[in-house]
């Protein structure tokens, strides 16, 4: 059964910091993995997809990497501002199962 | 494009009522997933419909729970009765039969179970 656990639950960051968030997954037979943005109240809203092939994609200043290998992911946001204050979440299929998630990491930016 | 669209927003009802949530996919989208999301934590799977058929169920819990998608467009899913627990936030997600193509997410409907 696949596990995702992402860290750390939640991190506060000033504004214009570059910052990490990890995701990991315990079944590394993926296809793809994907990351999310849910702001409060809101559903999610898909920032990044990486196949399984591909070992990172970029959007603006967000860049996400894949090692399947290991089960890792990792979601790096470059030049942070309080409008990325979010949670983020990350997400890979499972079997038959489209996506499991993981809990989220809730980032704060402080101006 | 249009989103995935749901009603209501919120919804507050006491425990032993019903409930029912709508949802209307992104057109041209075959495949339809129900996930509930509760407080604090990541979104769980309910059931995934691909047209007007069910393709998993596994975790609906169906002394309770149902779910239709009569005309292969859009979906109900119903609780009779609630439960204190089932409170949370129900999503609705549509993609294309395209393989790996991301799932796209409506904003939900926050249930509160008093």
């Known amino acids: 059964k696949q596990e995702v656990t992402q860290i750390p639950a939640a991190l506060s960051v000033p504004e214009g910091e570059n910052l990490v968030l990890n995701c990991s997954f315990t079944?590394?037979?993926?296809?793809?993995l994907q990351w999310f943005r849910q702001d409060p109240g809101k559903g999610l809203t898909s920032l990044l997809l990486i196949q399984s092939s591909q070992r990172e994609q970029t959007s603006g200043r967000l860049n996400a990497s894949l090692d399947k290998s290991s089960g890792r992911s990792t979601l790096y946001i470059a030049a942070s501002q309080p409008g990325d204050s979010a949670t983020y979440l990350c997400a890979v299929p499972s079997g038959n199962t489209p996506l499991v998630f993981g809990k989220g990491t809730r980032l704060s930016v402080i101006a | 494009e249009a989103g995935v669209a749901q009603s209501p927003r919120y919804k507050i009802i006491e425990k032993r009522q019903s409930v029912a949530f709508w949802c209307n996919p992104i057109?041209?989208?075959?495949?339809l997933y129900w996930y509930q999301q509760i407080l604090g934590q990541g979104p769980k799977l309910l059931i995934q419909f691909q047209n007007n058929g069910v393709v998993d169920d596994s975790q609906l819990p169906k002394d309770r729970f149902s779910a239709e998608r009569l005309k292969g467009v859009d979906s109900t899913l119903k609780i009779q009765p609630a439960k204190l627990e089932d409170s949370a936030v129900y999503l609705c997600?549509?993609?294309?039969?395209?393989?790996?193509?991301?799932?796209?997410f409506g904003n939900g409907t926050r249930l509160t179970v008093t």
């Open positions: 997600a549509s993609s294309s039969l395209t393989e790996n193509s991301p799932l796209h």
């Open positions: 079944d590394s037979a993926i296809y793809n």
């Open positions: 057109s041209g989208h075959a495949t």
